[in-house]
């Protein structure tokens, strides 16, 4: 049997003895602690010096992997010059540990997706952990290090790589030579500031690296406002350490030092196996000798869910902007001064802010998938109102959205969607898609799902159309809008479900088009197109709006039959409560919003809470599902997309909203008084009271 010992500085309390089979060979490990006792950690290499196979040298720091030369060699030097003086191998784990580094975060990234993708990472010693920064910033631009602070007291985060290696090569060096390295020893206020940036720095990340050596030290002062739900890069993560980070609220530790024997030891007894199992010193194991074993033996990191549960948070961002002006008098400042200045000052005040760059509305939180997944995100708001959009180019648009982009992108989000009036302008989305450094959807998909869920639900409610599992309804939809984005995949659903569809828009030769494709698809169904929509308004069971008219009128609510359901998807709304006011025996809904899963926390956006638009939930499945990818751009939707995010959002949680119209949510109540007042109407003008 052979024998490996490691050698560790630190605490004797720790010491063990086991054995275990590993490459096909049986093995006695055993660790024998110094308390920090360098003079004995060096007798003990001699006295097991041609007794043991091979040691392992535990619990040193590893010199700075950047900075100047000669303090990245002094460590070594020393270990050489001890390494000449006996014959067994000898190893600190040096080797293992850099391509266990890189090893283990491909092998997260890959094995849960994206999972570092634009993720704000932050490194409490990116000199100390320079091998896995390299790594990291494959993934994300969102690199933070706290070196200065830590090191030497600047009151200064480094928040890219090349500002790393300029510190680490320049500045560092400079500082050594100084008298008193920590420039706060003796600035009571400026060390108070600077844990203040060191803790804020930690609550704003995702990710936290956190070196192996003085771990504790790092962490000492830390809380769960700090640590909480957050990711813990380290490595050799033992058990006491876990406690530590549990009691803490971490969600996920994903420690690189993978453990392949029964308990965890750190990567000098990993690689003194190997050297002993290959009977091989230290200089002849090469980092593809290294890559071939931890592939042969399965030596996958460690991913540990302190609460016992896998769990995982994924980030999203989504524009908004206000609807038209009076929705500026939202903030309180702007409602203030309007209540005594003449209406001009409104539409001045709607200008400027149309050239105001992106800001953060709302921080979302809470929301939770039935399969454990989470996601939070932030609303971005950009100033313009359709008005304003519209009379600037679409370019005066891209450029704010590509703002918020890159904002989003700043602060972890995955993916981002355009929700209003932003997904109308210009080519839909398009543009931006290809100019942004994240992936774009406008929701399109998911506020045709849910349009038509929200109709489907709404006339079950209303029991006026008699509805036969398995058969298309026998009743009338008209689609206004029909050839554009929502309108069209509307066209292709209702199709299926209704004997008779009106299309109708401005486009006779983009209706004729789409007329023919869908009878393609759906062969018998009747499809008639028209310019002049409101001829057959009075024949309509279940109407559509999903225009892009920016507030203009649309449809004559006075000509639609009692009893009918309108649907209203447009952003801003094609019906005002005006019109809405003039049809009690009419049902109004504002398209279908979507109930969230868990238990969100936002800002108000004039919905109920847990209750958010379909285009936004479409942003939130994507990030749920860890699609991150251009889902929905452009003015054609593919009605298989539409079916897919109705089922992801089926699979997460999400749920039809209580329908609501502009007066807010419909009881059964209100619903019921519809009818009865469309059953009243129809008797007066001699329509049909049922089906």
């Known amino acids: 049997m052979k024998q490996v010992i490691s050698v560790s500085l630190g605490t004797s309390r720790d010491d063990y003895a086991f054995e275990t089979e590993f490459l096909g060979q049986q093995f006695l490990v055993r660790r024998i602690g110094t308390d920090g006792d360098k003079d004995k950690a060096a007798q003990l290499l001699l006295e097991w010096d041609n007794k043991a196979d091979a040691i392992g040298i535990g619990n040193i720091k590893f010199p700075h992997a950047i900075a100047p030369r000669y303090l990245t060699q002094k460590h070594d030097d020393k270990i050489k010059r001890l390494g000449k003086r006996i014959q067994t191998p000898v190893t600190t784990g040096s080797a293992l540990r850099d391509v266990s580094f890189e090893w283990s975060l491909r092998y997260v990234d890959h094995k849960f997706g994206d999972y570092f993708k634009n993720a704000k990472v932050l490194f409490l010693s990116g000199m100390t952990n320079y091998g896995i920064a390299k790594v990291m910033a494959e993934f994300t631009e969102n690199l933070s290090f706290a070196d200065p602070v830590i090191e030497n007291g600047i009151s200064k985060l480094i928040h890219s790589m090349k500002g790393l290696e300029f510190y680490a090569k320049g500045t560092h060096e400079i500082l050594d030579w100084l008298p008193a390295k920590r420039l706060t020893s003796s600035v009571v206020p400026l060390q108070k500031w600077n844990q203040y940036i060191l803790r804020k720095a930690m609550q704003k990340a995702s990710i936290i690296v956190v070196p192996y050596y003085g771990f504790y030290e790092y962490l000492k002062d830390t809380t769960l406002e700090e640590l909480g739900g957050k990711i813990i890069i380290t490595s050799t993560a033992y058990d006491d350490r876990i406690a530590f980070l549990k009691e803490r609220g971490v969600d996920v530790i994903i420690d690189t030092t993978p453990k392949i024997l029964e308990r965890v030891v750190g990567p000098c007894v990993i690689e003194a196996l190997i050297l002993a199992a290959l009977e091989k010193k230290s200089d002849m194991v090469q980092d593809d000798d290294l890559l071939e074993i931890i592939s042969m033996q399965k030596m996958d990191p460690r991913v540990v869910f302190p609460s016992g549960r896998e769990k995982r948070i994924n980030r999203f961002a989504f524009v908004i902007h206000p609807l038209s002006k009076e929705f500026l008098k939202k903030d309180k400042a702007v409602d203030f001064i309007s209540g005594f200045t003449p209406p001009v000052f409104l539409d001045a005040v709607e200008k400027v802010i149309a050239y105001a760059p992106p800001w953060v509305y709302s921080k979302v939180t809470g929301i939770k998938s039935p399969n454990g997944t989470e996601a939070q995100g932030w609303l971005i708001t950009v100033g313009g109102t359709p008005k304003q959009m519209l009379a600037h180019s679409p370019e005066f648009t891209y450029t704010r959205l590509l703002q918020a982009a890159r904002m989003a992108k700043r602060m972890g989000a995955q993916i981002m969607g355009l929700g209003a009036f932003t997904k109308v302008v210009g080519d839909a989305g398009v543009t931006v898609a290809k100019k942004a450094d994240i992936p774009i959807t406008t929701g ?96 309509m069971d279940v109407i559509v709006t999903a225009t892009s008219g920016a507030g203009k009128k649309i449809l004559d609510i006075t000509k639609v039959k009692p009893g009918a359901i309108i649907t209203d998807v447009a952003r801003p709304l094609d019906l005002s409560p005006e019109d809405v006011a003039k049809r009690p025996d009419v049902l109004v809904i504002e398209s279908g919003e979507i109930e969230l899963p868990g238990n969100p926390e936002m800002k108000n956006i004039g919905l109920p809470r847990k209750v958010v638009y379909a285009c936004l939930a479409e942003t939130i499945v994507l990030a749920l599902e860890g699609r991150y990818e251009i889902f929905t751009v452009g003015r054609e939707i593919e009605w298989e997309k539409v079916r897919e995010i109705y089922k992801l959002g089926l699979k997460h949680g999400m749920k039809l909203a209580a329908i609501s119209g502009v007066n807010g949510v419909f009881s059964d109540e209100d619903i019921f008084k519809v009818r009865d007042l469309a059953l009243k109407a129809r008797r007066k003008i001699d329509l049909p009271v049922k089906p």
């Open 444 to 539: 399109n998909s998911y506020s045709a799902s849910g349009a038509l869920w929200a109709a489907a639900d709404a006339v079950r409610r209303m029991g006026l159309i008699q509805i036969e599992s398995g058969k298309k309804i026998v009743a009338k939809t008209m689609v206004l809008g029909a050839t554009g984005a929502i309108g069209s995949v509307c066209c292709r659903l209702l199709a299926k479900a209704f004997e008779e569809v009106i299309m109708a828009g401005r486009n006779t030769a983009k209706l004729l088009a789409l007329q023919q494709s869908i009878q393609k698809e759906t062969p018998g169904v009747k499809i008639k197109i028209t310019t002049k929509p409101d001829r057959f308004l009075p024949d």
